[in-house]
């Protein structure tokens, strides 16, 4: 088990090889990259990422979603090998930098429209992503995300069904977003989650780093490890979640000392 901060936290702040270099700095254990335009999906990004990351352990990597993920699963062949070309360079960027997981949001639902999954077609294409990964000594982690396909209960384990080697990111806003209680994806993803996606919320509504909310972490973190969770803890918060660099240190320690507590490593 792992606690980091995705450097997706310090977006808008700095570009993504600076905030890599400023997690190494800080001293923190682990982040996942997250990627964040084309220019980044590529083997030469991927070598300036290792060259800043210094100590820095990568345990995941993700992308801005709606740019390619999307058409991954279109019915375009030319959209779809395009997607699967930058799917391709961003994993080469991973495995240069030593990813282990590509944390995947899949196909956003832009219309607000009750959506009829084909699990069999989504389930062929989702192997060939896992396959994609497998080639890059990566393992792909479906998410759960209130505007993508994992916004309810029962998508995972339909295409778990059809995707055995398939792994969960589980992601505590997001399941707040859809409406859901987030132990109902912590039962759903069960044994396969190998990244969990950590921030909190005030009494008012508003998202904020962990430990200056409501959410009880004694909790959440009991309900990973009853599931055999043994992954990564993950910060990731949005820049105007916080102020200071220093708070968002805090909040770092905050969530070892709980791991530490509850997960016992």
Same mark, same amino acid.
């Given at each position: 088990m792992k606690v980091g901060i995705s450097s997706?936290?310090?977006f808008g702040r700095f570009h993504t090889e600076d905030a890599v270099k400023k997690l190494n700095e800080l001293k923190v254990d682990t982040t996942e990259v997250f990627f964040e335009t084309f220019s980044e999906y590529t083997k030469k990004f991927g070598k300036k990422? %290792? %060259?800043?990351k210094g100590e820095l352990?990568?345990?995941?990597?993700? #992308?801005?979603t709606t740019q390619f993920e999307p058409t991954l699963y279109s019915q375009n062949d030319r959209a779809q090998k395009e997607s699967f070309d930058l799917l391709d360079g961003t994993l080469s960027a991973g495995e240069i930098i030593g990813a282990k997981y590509? #944390? $995947?949001?899949g196909v956003a639902r832009v219309k607000r429209v009750p959506m009829l999954i084909d699990f069999e077609r989504v389930g062929r294409i989702t192997n060939d992503i896992i396959s994609a990964c497998k080639k890059h000594g990566m393992d792909l982690a479906y998410e759960n995300v209130h505007w993508a396909y994992y916004n309810y209960i029962g998508f995972f384990s339909e295409l778990k069904m059809r995707c055995p080697e398939l792994k969960g990111t589980f992601d505590v %806003?997001?399941?707040r977003q859809s409406n859901i209680g987030y132990r109902e994806f912590i039962a759903e993803m069960k044994g396969d989650i190998v #990244?969990?996606?950590?921030s909190d919320v005030r009494e008012d509504g508003k998202m904020c780093l962990p430990g200056k909310g409501t959410i009880d972490f004694d909790e959440m973190f009991s309900r990973l490890r009853d599931? !055999? $969770?043994? !992954?990564?803890?993950?910060?990731e918060v949005y820049k105007n979640d916080f102020e200071t660099i220093e708070e968002l240190m805090e909040s770092y320690y905050f969530i070892k000392e709980k791991a530490q507590k509850i997960l016992g490593k």
């Open positions: 997706a936290s310090l990422i %290792k %060259k800043m352990n990568v345990h995941s990597i993700h #992308t801005l590509y #944390t $995947f949001h %806003k997001q399941a #990244t969990a996606h950590l599931v !055999g $969770f043994d !992954g990564a803890l993950i910060l």
